[in-house]
Structure formats: structure tokens, C-alpha cells
């Protein structure tokens, strides 16, 4: 059968189109993906994101901001999540559902004219109906936050420390007071109560990337005399004791919500520890990384979690060899210094040890 010219460029058209649109599939769609969602309360939006795509980070790619509906960054409980596709590419959009609709209190009727005690008219209220859900919520690592700073290795040597307590203890809990001595800013009246942790070298380089400072307390200052400073202890998150050290609170940027998002370069790095003292790497566990805000680290940035092969021995050559790096989990970096950061891992597949790689997802 003979094909017209038109014809065969359409049917060409057509074939172009749909394997546009299967190798965009087959680069950011899960398989099995739904083609549309109804958001549920509880939902998150990596949770979602997770059901369309392979890798969630990349939802920004594919989230079509629809400028006729109010806030379309926010998605409530009851909003469709609808899958489509534009020249071959998929496009996640929004039909907003009942839970992002306001309402609103209709105000009384005024009484008569005249009245002595004439009601006002209430004003309008607007309140929604249901809160945005969020990405990853600040309370999934809120415990986490202040696990303490990264300092200089002279920090916490200068600092003023604990002298002695007023009831003469050696150790002390909330409600005590408690005398330190130092070199203080009359200006500030918190401080954080810290004791040495770990030293971190960079397992590739030997380079010491910074001193841990453990936050073990909050105090206020109460009453000054020179150098002397009484104080009230006024939280604990563990025992507070002679020798401790004080340091200003630190006043650094808190997120609220944080949105998941690869590095803007490339990044490889390895896990330097696990925080708790465990060698084993699981689901919500912080690890350290060797990587920081030098190497291009921000918070939010998610990386890939690459388990190390492991060493096995060939019979026939009779030598060692290393099998392949194989990708194992996905952390999030939620606290960022200049040469390392805390990360919460994701997702894991497997068990993760301290010396995994990370690095670009």
C-alpha cells in the first residue's frame, strides 16, 4: 500500500511524539504510577511525590504552577494531583478540592436604630479549612536541631566554664543555680551550656574539619559581679556539671519546612559517623558527612547514599577485589557548617555503615 507524503510525516509526527513522551516516562515516572491522586490529611509532600516520580527531589521539574488558583504551591487534603502531558513531557497540576477553600461567618443583623444597646457587626472571618501539607516537616527532625555546633579548636578552652553550684552539688538539674567565671558580653543574658565531643578528621584526607560542641543545657544570667556571673539553669538535656563551658545562643536560620533538592554541583563525600554511637546506618538515623557549605552543601539537599563493595578474593587470579559501589539510600542534609554537615537519612534499601559514599543522586 502506497502512504502519501503527508501521511507518512504525520504518522512519523505521531511516533516522534509518543516516544518522547515514553523515554520522558521512563526518566522521572515511577513505574506504576497513578495518573492522578486525591490528597489524603496526613499526606506529605515527598510522600507524593514519591508515588509519581523515581526520585521525589525532582518534583519541581514537573509541578505545573497553575496562576488562576490561589497559592498553588500549597496542597491541602481533598486537592487532586493530576498527571498530563505537554509536548511529550509530563506535567504535574492542581485541581484544588474542598480542604483548600475558605469560608466565611456571616456577620449578625444589627438591631433597630435607636436601641440603647446597639450589637456591632461582626467582621468577616476567613479562616481555611484545613492546613497546606507540608514537605518534610519541621518536627521530623526538631530533635535533631540542636544537636550541638561545630567549632574552633580553641572555642570551647576560651569560653567562661562552671565554677561551682550555690548548693555546693557537683552536678546539676533545672532550677539550680550555679557560678561561672569568664570573659562575658554584657549584652547577652542566655547561653548555651556545652562540653566537648567529637573531633572530626575527614577519613580521605586526615584534615580536621572541625570540633564538636555538645549542648547539654540552657542558662540565664541572673546576677553579675566582674567576672563572676550567677546563673539559672533553666533546661537540661542531660546531666550539667563542673568545667562545662558557656557559649552565647546561637542565632542561626530555623527552617520550617524543608524542601528536598540535589546539590547545584557535583558532590562526593562519605559518612563520617552515625550520631547515638551506632555503627549501623538505618531509616531517620543522622549521619556526619565530610561535605559542607565549602564544597557546595546547603540545607534541603538530598544525596545519594552509595554502599561501598566490600572486598572479595578472586580464586583464579588469587588476588583481592573490590565489587562495585552500588546505590543503597537517600539522606537530607538539615544542618550545614563550612566543611561537614548532618544529614537524616531518608530511605534505605539496605544496612549503611560509616565510610558509605555520598554523593549527586
Request: charged share 25%; proline share 7%; hydrophobic share 35%.
Amino acid at each position: 500500500m502506497k502512504i502519501r507524503p503527508g501521511l507518512s510525516l504525520l504518522l512519523c509526527l505521531l511516533l516522534f511524539s509518543s516516544g518522547m513522551a515514553t523515554a520522558a516516562e521512563d526518566s522521572l515516572l515511577r513505574e506504576g504510577h497513578p495518573d492522578q491522586y486525591e490528597v489524603k490529611e496526613g499526606d506529605t509532600l515527598w510522600g507524593i511525590a514519591s508515588m509519581f516520580l523515581k526520585d521525589p527531589w525532582y518534583w519541581p521539574e514537573i509541578w505545573h504552577v497553575n496562576p488562576s488558583i490561589d497559592n498553588p504551591h500549597l496542597i491541602y487534603p481533598g486537592d487532586e494531583i493530576v498527571l498530563n502531558y505537554v509536548g511529550g513531557d509530563p506535567q504535574l497540576s492542581l485541581k484544588r478540592g474542598p480542604g483548600g477553600r475558605t469560608y466565611k461567618l456571616k456577620p449578625e443583623q444589627r438591631v433597630r436604630q435607636g436601641d440603647r444597646y446597639e450589637k456591632l457587626e461582626p467582621r468577616v472571618r476567613v479562616e481555611p479549612l484545613s492546613g497546606a501539607i507540608p514537605a518534610i516537616p519541621l518536627d521530623a527532625v526538631a530533635s535533631l536541631m540542636s544537636t550541638g555546633r561545630i567549632v574552633e579548636e580553641d572555642t570551647l578552652e576560651l569560653a567562661p566554664r562552671i565554677l561551682s553550684g550555690k548548693s555546693e552539688r557537683l552536678i546539676f538539674g533545672p532550677g539550680d543555680q550555679f557560678y561561672a567565671r569568664g570573659q562575658w558580653d554584657e549584652n547577652t543574658s542566655v547561653y548555651g551550656i556545652f562540653r566537648e565531643g567529637n573531633v572530626y578528621l575527614d577519613p580521605e584526607t586526615e584534615e580536621i574539619l572541625g570540633f564538636e560542641a555538645i549542648e547539654v543545657g540552657l542558662a540565664r544570667a541572673v546576677e553579675r559581679s566582674g567576672d563572676v556571673v550567677t546563673f539559672d539553669l533553666t533546661s537540661v538535656k542531660e546531666d550539667v556539671r563542673i568545667g562545662d563551658r558557656l557559649m552565647p545562643t546561637e542565632e542561626r536560620r530555623v527552617e520550617s519546612t524543608f524542601y528536598p533538592t540535589p546539590p547545584d554541583r557535583k558532590v562526593e563525600g562519605v559518612i563520617m559517623t552515625v550520631l547515638g554511637g551506632v555503627t549501623q546506618v538505618g531509616r531517620n538515623d543522622v549521619v556526619v558527612i565530610n561535605r559542607g557549605t565549602s564544597a557546595g552543601i546547603d540545607v534541603g539537599n538530598v544525596l545519594a547514599i552509595a554502599k561501598k563493595g566490600a572486598y572479595v578474593r578472586d580464586r583464579y587470579n588469587r588476588d583481592m577485589v573490590q565489587l562495585p559501589t552500588e546505590r543503597a539510600g537517600i539522606l537530607m542534609v538539615f544542618r550545614a557548617f563550612e566543611k561537614m554537615a548532618y544529614g537524616l537519612v531518608l530511605q534505605t534499601q539496605e544496612p549503611l555503615r560509616v565510610g558509605d559514599v555520598v554523593r549527586n543522586p
